[in-house]
């Protein structure tokens, strides 16, 4: 109990952290080992306790060897309680991971939300374009594919410049 302990405040440490060698897939297979290994451990520290409440209620057992007993279980109850406060740290040392894998799942997605919304009025303007319409009098006119370019550009840098200026970028 007292190595996974020491290896939960290793992992919080870890996960707090974020170091770049460790990854959430060993984070979260580690979490889940100490998980694993402490319940086992609890199991047996129960059969142990019931084994003990046993012996205590029994008549053949002497009243000097009760007292053991008693200390025993009293111990025993101890680790118990000691183990279970280690489940619920495994267990919000899980749920920061997770909430740090939403943190930057959603930076990901903020990425690609403000991408798409920067290229789709360029896209619009060129699929209008595109189009080869024969009565487009745009289309005559010299500077018309620059400035449709141009056009295009200060529509990829304005939302840009809007969502910099509003911090989401």
Do not use: C
């Not at 060897?65 to 025993?72: A, E, F, R, S, Y």
């Amino acid at each position: 109990l007292e190595w996974i302990d020491k290896e939960a405040r290793r992992l919080r440490t870890s996960v707090l952290e974020k170091k770049d060698e460790y990854s959430y897939d060993e984070m979260l297979k580690d979490i889940s080992s100490l998980q694993e290994l402490n319940m086992r451990v609890r199991d047996s520290l129960f059969d142990k306790r019931r084994a003990m409440t046993s012996l205590l209620k029994s008549d053949k057992i002497d009243k000097d060897i009760k007292q053991n007993l008693t200390i025993v279980l009293k111990d025993l109850n101890s680790l118990v309680e000691f183990s279970v406060s280690q489940l619920n740290i495994l267990d919000n040392i899980q749920t920061i991971l997770a909430s740090q894998i939403n943190i930057e799942q959603n930076k990901i997605i903020k990425i690609f939300t403000v991408a798409t919304v920067a290229m789709m009025p360029p896209t619009l303007i060129g699929t209008v374009y595109g189009m080869n319409f024969k009565f487009m009098p745009e289309l005559e006119l010299h500077y018309a594919y620059p400035i449709v370019l141009g056009v295009m550009v200060i529509s990829i840098i304005l939302p840009l410049v809007v969502f910099k200026k509003k911090g989401w970028l």
